[in-house]
Every structure is written in structure tokens, then in C-alpha cells.
């Protein structure tokens, strides 16, 4: 499976369940490793900083 | 996601009338709902617009929550959706106006900061609002990946911009967007994974300064 597909698969993952074991893909696909952990980092702060607005709104 | 019960008796209390309630829900919704309906604006109007103004914030709640008697919330995304789409309506009734305004004072004598009344409302309103949040070491950082952030959304395809709106700032469930754009749960979900993957391609360059920043090792050994 290329890339592209390998993420989003995780990513279907993630969304259903922010707290994915990564590791089971990293130890999958251990070839992309660091660029799979690099996109989930990426991915968490992207909703982070969507929930974050809460921050200065919500009480 | 279903209303939480705060914000449920904050609307039955607001819809009664009372101002500490629609404080409160002022003070819950303003900063999500803003970003929202600046997100829909085209980067021209929101600076026209200059939303950043509190006293055009609160006249445009105030006048969201005007109509709340009309409107019955089914889930927190049907209720964070539907304010969204009052606000808009609001800001566009406002250039409405504006626009009419120019066109009768070629001059350029009329400013957006002006007192504005909404069609079918007699006054101008004001609701007080409460000053509570994170420090303004937080607010800097917040600020800095919501503006990056908000800027990748730029662009996005105009549909997957959309669909990241309702699912992650107006917390609509797949279902429920589904029904926004007569669409499957399961088209939805599709489109909104492949539009977030493209967000996530967008933000890596910009977004890693700011990790550096916030210790990438932190991040790290969150996963």
C-alpha cells in the first residue's frame, strides 16, 4: 500500500479515536515511521486547535 | 454530540428572558462562532467587516439570540450551526445596509463601526460581557495556530472547508451533515478524512516552528 492510502487509513482511525495505537502501523509499516508520526502531530494540533477556541469562550 | 445540559437550561432560561443566561451563553459560544463565520467570509469582507470589534460581536448575538424562540436544538452541532448561520445572516443584512449607506453618501462618510439596526429590530443592543479565559501567554499561541490554521482553509476546496467547519468547529456528527447535503453518513465521512489529509499536508511546514516551539517531544509522546 502506498502512502497516500496508509495514511488514510490512520486517519479514519483518528477520527474516530484521537488516541489511535500508532505504534501498531509505525511496527507495520516501519519504512514510514517518522512521516507517519510526523502527520499525526500535525493532525492532533490541528484539532486541538480547533477545541481550543473553547479556551476563551466555554467556561 | 448532544447538547450539554448547561447549555440547555442556559437557552430555556434565555428564551424566558433572562439576560445572565444569554450572558453566559454569549460568553460559551462568541469566540467558536466567530471563527466560524470568518471562515465563511471571504478574506476581503473580513476585513471590511473589522469583526473583531466586541461591540459588533455583541450586537450580532444579541440579535442571534433574539430569535432563539423560534428554534428548538437537537444536538450541540444543530445549535453551534444554527447560530453560526444567524450571525451570518446578521453581517450580511449589515454590508446590506452599508452598501445602501455608501451609495447614498458617495463621500465615503459612513463608517462600519456606526450604529446599525437590523431589519424587523427597533433598537440597538447591548449584553455585558465577561471576562474570563486562559492568560495571555495562551491566548498568544492559540491565537497564532488559529490563524495559521484558518488561513490553510483558505486553501481548501470550498466543499472541504465546509465540511471541516461543521464537523470540527460546529461539532455536527457525519450523520448530521449528511442530511446538510443529502449525502451518506458514510460519503461524508470519506470526504471530510480526505479534506482533513489535505489540511494536514497544508499545515506541516507552517505548523512545525510553532511544535518546535511547544516541544516536540511533548507531541511525541502524546501518541
Known amino acids: 500500500m502506498d502512502f497516500d492510502n496508509i495514511l488514510l487509513e490512520i486517519l479514519n482511525e483518528f477520527i474516530k479515536n484521537e488516541n489511535i495505537d500508532i505504534e501498531k502501523y509505525c511496527n507495520r509499516y516501519p519504512q514510514y515511521k517518522d512521516a507517519l508520526l510526523d502527520k499525526l502531530i500535525i493532525a ?3 484539532k486541538q486547535s480547533f477545541r481550543e477556541e473553547d479556551l476563551s469562550g466555554k467556561n | 454530540m448532544e447538547l450539554d445540559s448547561q447549555t440547555k437550561s442556559l437557552i430555556v432560561s ?3 428572558g433572562n439576560k445572565e443566561a444569554l450572558n453566559h451563553l454569549f460568553a ?3 469566540s467558536r462562532v466567530l471563527r466560524v463565520v470568518r471562515l465563511r467570509l471571504t478574506p476581503d469582507l473580513r476585513h471590511k467587516l473589522g469583526l473583531q ?3 459588533i460581536l455583541q450586537e450580532v ?3 442571534a439570540f433574539k430569535h432563539l424562540k423560534d428554534f428548538e436544538p437537537k444536538s450541540q452541532g444543530h445549535f453551534l450551526n444554527w447560530l453560526s448561520k444567524k450571525v451570518q445572516h ?7 445596509y452599508i452598501s445602501r449607506e455608501k451609495r447614498k453618501a458617495p463621500q465615503g462618510k459612513i463608517s462600519i463601526e456606526q450604529e446599525f439596526i437590523p431589519k424587523g429590530e427597533t433598537s440597538k443592543m447591548k449584553i455585558q460581557l465577561k471576562d474570563k479565559g486562559p492568560t495571555p501567554y495562551q491566548i498568544a499561541v492559540i491565537k497564532e495556530k488559529k490563524e495559521i490554521i484558518d488561513s490553510l482553509l483558505d486553501l481548501l476546496e470550498p466543499e472541504q472547508k465546509e465540511i471541516i ?3 470540527d468547529l460546529e461539532e455536527l456528527t457525519f450523520k448530521e451533515i449528511g442530511k446538510l447535503y443529502d449525502k451518506s453518513e458514510d460519503a461524508v465521512r470519506k470526504q471530510y478524512t480526505r479534506a482533513f489529509k489535505k489540511l494536514i499536508e497544508l499545515s506541516e511546514e507552517k505548523l512545525k516552528p510553532l511544535i518546535a516551539e511547544l516541544t516536540y517531544k511533548e507531541y511525541k509522546d502524546g501518541f
Open chain 1, 44 to 46: 492532533k494540533l490541528i
Open chain 2, 14 to 16: 434565555a428564551k424566558l
Open chain 2, 28 to 30: 460559551r459560544y462568541q
Open chain 2, 53 to 55: 470589534s466586541m461591540d
Open chain 2, 61 to 63: 448575538f444579541m440579535y
Open chain 2, 90 to 96: 446578521y453581517i450580511y443584512d449589515r454590508l446590506d
Open chain 2, 165 to 167: 467547519i461543521n464537523r
